[in-house]
Every structure is written in structure tokens, then in C-alpha cells.
């Protein structure tokens, strides 16, 4: 599954927009005894408890794909007779109402997962009714599919200090017992996936809170999915350790990260050649990297020349520009900014950083970005907003809003409103008037030439001039 459909589905667990009816669950305590069961609706709870549950729900779709959610692969014979594949769809079909594929779910549960303290098992079953859209941006009148799934969150249950209170209403003061809180899920996952927006009975999603531990003993007795990729923690030093002895002192930020680079272009093209043998790495003709541009240029006005790192070679998930600073008291370089590499910086010290895709609802004459300015006090460049916009003609229907395309701010007639989403904030639908005198403010009027050079040992040695 990818960012996109992981939204759409994560977007269902908003008390607003939430369908879901029932929550199964238990508690179990530190000897691996279920104290307790529930099977409650959210109908029963009060506003603020629902929510609470919701977004304990939310939160085991949430963190970076590859590294906190995982895609889990079942083979043909485990979707034809798997014990593992058949509870998942019992647990299903049945809404998790068959008492026995519950209570089976939670003794396969308690018995793999070694997880210290008490938890608590949640379990729900949703059904969401999945729209196409016509051309026109109207939406169909008939789902064309009903997706089906469940989702489960195992969190970890710990006890609250006791403390004093004070008492507004009865004016006193009087000690807090401890009580049970609830934490936020250490793992969890939806069955099935939903790939291509539609069901995919042959994988489900796994999520692990803790990247340096993939629970394999609870994966191993749930999905029987055999070994999963390595914990993205353990990946990232053992990719450090294996460059460090491969080029010696030769290591350095720029070297990982275009080692980084190529290996992600090649595990791409690894998979769109769908060759059967593994993948394997070779070393560089020569040991030249010769893929990065550096530049040195002082683009924040603060009279020092920053080093600007500009990748635009490797697969597009891996391309990045990043501006370093000198840090005179460690002798390091310090990072200002990274990001996908279609930059142009100003002299006032605002950056416009294009988006490497635009899947949103703009016309052909724009292209998202997010904009940045430089500040003195971080010595950085922090981000101010990120800017989308949303054409008429493209679709009447915003999947991000809860109305259709608001002519009402477009009364210019403009065909088209700009999204603007200041950093922590909500997102801003302004009309085309109102978007430019916003961008006005910024003055982008002069814009830096920004003159790369090939890494070449010439130029690295012109730059340490």
C-alpha cells in the first residue's frame, strides 16, 4: 500500500467520518492472562471516549512506509488453505462476531507476543463504500466496491502515578489514585490490503512503533509471512558499518548518500525488470561517484558561503538537494535544508521547493511546492507553507474536503483555488486574487543563479580553495 490509499483508509477514523460500529477487544496482564473482554459499540461512548479509541485506532496506520508499516505477502496456498489466512478472513466475514475466531485470535496473540507489562488487544471491522469519480469531477452514485477489513492495535497498558489534585468545586485538595492508562499502539495491522484502491486478500499492512524491532514472533503466528525485512534501525547501521569498511576514510555524508542513491535506483529498476534472481551490489567501475553537484554560494546572507549538494540521478525518491553550513566550533558541516532537488533560492532568504509529483487537483499551469524562509536563529530554513491548488475542471469533489469546489471563493470565476497549509496549521482555500496578494508579501523577485559543477576531483579541490 502506498502514502495515498494508507490516507484514505487512516482518514476513516475521525469521529466525523468514522462508520464503525463495533469494538472488540481484551486486556491481558503481565502473567499473559486475559483479565478481561469487551465488545462495546462507539454509538455507547460518550463523544470524547470515542475519539480516544479512534485515534488509538488511527495511529496503527501511521509512521513512514518501509520503515514503520510494512506490506505482508501471502502466498496462493495460505489464501486457498492457510490456518493463518483462514482466521484473518473468519475474523472478517464474520464482522468479528464468531466468538471462537476471537477468542482463537487472542490465545495465538498472548502466546507469540513478548511484549513486557499488560497490553491491551483492539480489534474493529469496517466497511467503506469505495466511489469512483467521473471525468466531470461528480461522483458515482453506486460504490464500486465495499471494502472490507479489519484492523488491530495492541497497546501497551501502564499505571499512572498517584498525585495531589485540587478540586475546584469543592474547594480542596485530595490525592489521585493510580489508574490504568492506555498507551498508543506498540504494533498492529490491517487484513486485507488495500492496493490499487481495492481489496487485496493476498497481503495485509503491518505496523511496529519501534523500528529497531519487528516483532517477527507475533508476524510468524499471525501471518506465518516467513522472515520480514530487516528492522529499518538494523538496516541503517549495518548499511553504516559495511560502508565504513568498504571505503575507509573516504567516508563521508555525501559518499552515503550516493551510495544510498544508487542502491535505491537499482533496487528499482530491479523490480521493474521483475527478474526472478536476487538482487545483488556490486562495486563502481574506478570507485567514482560522479552523480553529485556541489556549489558554494552565500544564499542565506549571513556571510558565510553555504555548500549546496544538488542529486537529480537516481530513482526520484532518492533525489535531494541539501545546503550545509561550516560549523567553525565543531569543524562539521551543519544541515540548512533538504529537499527534493527543484529549488530556487531567493536573496531575501525564502527557498520555493517544487514537490517531485503533483497528484493533486491543479491545472497544467501550476505545480505544488512548499516554501521556506531562512532564520538566523535556528540557521536553518524553516518551513513557512506548503502550496496546493484545486481546479474546477479537474473535479468538483476535493478528496481532502468535506464540500465540492467552492465557488463561493472562487467568485472571480477564476477556475481555480490555491491551498496554502502554514506549517502546524490548517489548510487555507483561497481564491486566485487572494493567493497572489499572499505570495506578493514574500517578494520573489530575485531569484539566485545557481551554478552547479560536476564532482569532479578539479572542482573538489577548487572548492577547498
Request: hydrophobic fraction near 40%; aromatic fraction near 12%; include cysteine.
Amino acid at each position: 500500500m502506498n502514502d495515498k490509499e494508507i490516507s484514505e483508509i487512516r482518514r476513516r477514523y475521525r469521529a466525523e467520518k468514522s462508520g464503525i460500529s463495533r469494538i472488540r477487544g481484551c486486556y491481558v496482564n503481565e502473567k499473559r492472562t486475559i483479565i478481561s473482554e469487551f465488545d462495546q459499540s462507539l454509538g455507547l461512548m460518550s463523544e470524547s471516549e470515542a475519539e480516544e479509541v479512534l485515534t488509538l485506532l488511527r495511529k496503527a496506520l501511521s509512521g513512514k512506509v518501509g520503515t514503520n508499516l510494512m506490506d505482508i505477502a501471502f502466498s496462493t496456498a495460505q489464501v486457498q488453505s492457510g490456518a493463518e489466512h483462514g482466521l484473518l478472513m473468519t475474523l472478517r466475514e464474520s464482522a468479528l462476531g464468531d466468538d471462537a475466531a476471537v477468542h482463537a485470535f487472542y490465545e495465538k496473540v498472548i502466546g507469540s507476543l513478548a511484549l513486557e507489562g499488560n497490553y491491551m488487544i483492539l480489534l474493529c471491522h469496517d466497511s467503506y463504500d469505495v466511489f469512483s469519480y467521473h471525468k466531470d469531477g461528480g461522483r458515482s452514485e453506486d460504490s464500486g466496491e465495499i471494502f472490507r477489513y479489519i484492523l488491530c492495535a495492541i497497546c501497551p497498558v501502564s499505571m499512572a502515578k498517584p498525585a495531589l489534585s485540587y478540586f475546584v468545586r469543592d474547594n480542596c485538595f485530595r490525592n489521585i489514585t493510580a489508574d490504568s492508562v492506555v498507551a498508543p499502539p506498540a504494533l498492529g495491522f490491517l487484513f486485507p490490503a488495500f492496493d490499487n484502491r481495492s481489496t487485496n486478500l493476498y497481503g495485509a499492512l503491518y505496523y511496529t512503533r519501534d523500528t529497531s524491532d519487528s516483532h517477527e514472533e507475533f508476524t510468524d503466528a499471525v501471518f506465518r509471512a516467513g522472515k520480514l525485512p530487516m528492522p529499518a534501525a538494523a538496516q541503517q547501521e549495518t548499511f553504516r558499518n559495511v560502508l565504513a569498511e568498504s571505503v575507509g576514510e573516504a567516508c563521508s555524508l555525501p559518499v552515503v548518500r550516493a551510495v544510498r542513491a544508487q542502491i535505491c535506483q537499482a533496487v528499482e529498476d530491479h523490480k521493474a525488470s521483475k527478474e526472478p534472481e536476487p538482487l545483488t551490489v556490486t562495486p563502481w567501475p574506478g570507485g567514482e561517484i560522479p552523480f553529485l553537484t556541489p556549489f558554494l554560494y552565500d544564499l542565506d546572507g549571513d556571510g558565510q558561503d553555504e555548500l549546496i549538494f544538488h542529486l537529480a540521478t537516481a530513482a526520484v525518491a532518492s533525489q535531494t538537494e541539501n545546503v550545509y553550513r561550516y560549523d567553525p566550533e565543531t569543524g562539521a558541516l551543519a544541515e540548512e535544508l533538504i529537499e527534493y532537488p527543484a529549488v530556487t533560492y531567493y536573496a531575501n532568504g525564502y527557498a520555493v521547493a517544487q514537490w517531485s509529483h503533483n497528484q493533486g487537483l491543479s491545472d497544467d499551469d501550476f505545480w505544488p511546492y512548499n516554501l521556506y524562509a531562512y532564520s538566523a536563529d535556528t540557521q536553518t530554513y524553516e518551513l513557512i507553507a506548503s502550496v496546493d491548488a484545486w481546479a474546477k475542471a479537474r473535479s468538483l469533489q476535493h478528496w481532502e474536503f468535506d464540500f465540492p469546489y467552492p465557488d463561493q471563493i472562487d467568485a472571480e470565476g477564476a477556475g481555480s483555488v490555491y491551498l496554502v497549509t502554514p506549517r502546524g496549521g490548517g489548510t487555507d482555500v483561497l481564491s486566485q486574487t487572494d493567493y497572489h496578494a499572499w505570495l506578493a508579501a514574500f517578494d520573489l523577485t530575485e531569484p539566485i543563479a545557481v551554478a552547479y559543477l560536476p564532482l569532479t576531483a578539479e572542482n573538489i579541490a577548487a572548492v577547498g580553495n
